[in-house]
């Protein structure tokens, strides 16, 4: 996995939690100290990456998807605005970003070794709807809807997602006045 998903989501818990928790959570991780600076363009062993956030649910006693919501919130106000900037200028809001993750997510991890982004389909049939299905193997559901979330924060558009199933929502866009 992209290593800046280990920096945004320890970023993250230092922030939210302080520095102190986020080594209690990396200890509990079973992360080794030579193992725990993450640099934005390796790869990180998805393990890793998993065992962080289990650990964080576990520490913090939130569920799973309490923290990817909180990751979807800081990594879409922290890093994917800067980092992803030419895309989020080029949509014209939520939905219009979210209709390009699948492409976002080929350019972004095309030179990176053994990268295996998320996939999605669409079915787009309305202006204010969109339904996505989500494909990966890493089964990280929570982060996935956290970060649609935080997408519609970026646009000051409120986003309800009702799950059709484990990998398919109906998300409705609503712009906030």
Known sequence: MKAVIAM???????????????????????????????????DTPDKNIMAI?????????????????????YWC???IKNLYEAYFKSATGAKDFLL??????????????????????????????????????????????GCIKGVGLIYNETVDIVRLDDNTVEITFKKEE
């Open 8 to 42: 945004c989501l320890t970023e993250m818990i230092s922030a939210r939690f302080g520095k102190n928790k986020l080594k209690i959570i990396l200890d509990e991780a079973n992360i080794p100290s030579t193992e725990r600076n993450f640099l934005p363009t390796f």
């Open 53 to 73: 956030y289990t650990a964080t649910c576990k520490v913090m006693d939130l569920s799973a998807n309490i923290v990817g919501d909180l990751f979807g919130d």
């Open 77 to 79: 106000k922290n890093y």
């Open 100 to 145: 390009k993750m699948k492409r976002i997510h080929n350019v972004v991890t095309e030179k990176i070794p053994n990268a295996k982004p998320p996939d999605f389909d669409y079915v787009d049939e309305m202006p204010d709807k969109l339904i996505m299905k989500y494909y990966s193997d890493r089964n990280l559901q929570p982060i996935w809807l």
